[in-house]
Antibody
Framework: EVQLMESGGGLVQPGGSLRLSCAAS????????LTWVRQAPDKGLEWVST????????FYADSVKGRFTISRDNSTNRLYLQLTSLRAEDTAIYFC???????????WGQGTRVTVSS | EIVMTQSPVTLSVSPGERVTLSCRAS??????LAWFQQKPGQAPRLLIY???TRATGIPARFSGSGSGTEFTLTISSLQSEDFAIYYC??????????FGQGTKVETK
């Protein structure tokens, strides 16, 4: 059974930093691309960043490019998202998701909440 | 960027009714279209991918159709556990991967 569990969220001041983590199990970790999706309070889903299975290729939404960094450790089956220069509009629940063979987001974690406020 | 537009924004229905949700893409996404269900306080759950393929464990009352720019999610007979927000998402032209704004299915 695929399991994804996020951690690392919390309250941070504007301009601050945070590192989110997603622990994965139940599949061949290095074989699948992984993605972060966020959801602001009472809003819809927003794609944030994606990393390829080997970790060599990354993509970012324009809204986070230059501020967020996605990475993965295929030896420990963990996905990361480093958040820097945080803004109020980054306040959201951050979900990690596993891509399926066809590119669909077939498994999701329960999310970790990030609140950016002074 | 491909813009995904869902309609209606809100749908008020009774259990047992047939429900049809629409999703339109600003340009063709072939059949690279997924539908998700999200209940309050929960993560999204994949219902449909490839426009019409049910994900593992999804009941047969959920079906998807369409290709190109027009897509439909149908719930043949709405159950009480189906009240939720439904999102479509394209994964044909990326980045970015884009979601619709969601359709809330609520009780009449």
């Amino acid at each position: 059974e695929v399991q994804l569990m996020e951690s690392g969220g919390g309250l941070v001041q504007p301009g601050g930093s945070l590192r989110l983590s997603c622990a994965a199990s139940g599949f061949s970790f290095s074989s699948f691309a992984l993605t972060w999706v966020r959801q602001a309070p009472d809003k819809g889903l927003e794609w944030v960043s994606t990393i390829s299975g080997p970790g060599a290729v990354t993509f970012y939404a324009d809204s986070v490019k230059g501020r967020f960094t996605i990475s993965r450790d295929n030896s420990t089956n963990r996905l990361y998202l480093q958040l820097t220069s945080l803004r109020a509009e980054d306040t959201a629940i951050y979900f990690c998701a596993k891509e399926g063979v066809y590119g669909q987001y077939e498994s999701w974690g329960q999310g970790t909440r990030v609140t950016v406020s002074s | 960027e491909i813009v995904m537009t869902q309609s209606p924004v809100t749908l008020s229905v009774s259990p047992g009714e047939r429900v049809t949700l629409s999703c339109r893409a600003s340009q063709s996404v072939s059949i690279n279209l997924a539908w998700f269900q999200q209940k309050p306080g929960q993560a999204p759950r994949l219902l449909i991918y490839g426009a019409s393929t049910r994900a593992t464990g999804i009941p047969a009352r959920f079906s998807g159709s369409g290709s190109g720019t027009e897509f439909t999610l149908t719930i043949s007979s709405l159950q009480s556990e189906d009240f939720a927000i439904y999102y479509c998402q394209q994964y044909n032209n990326w980045p970015p991967w884009t979601f619709g704004q969601g359709t809330k299915v609520e009780t009449k």
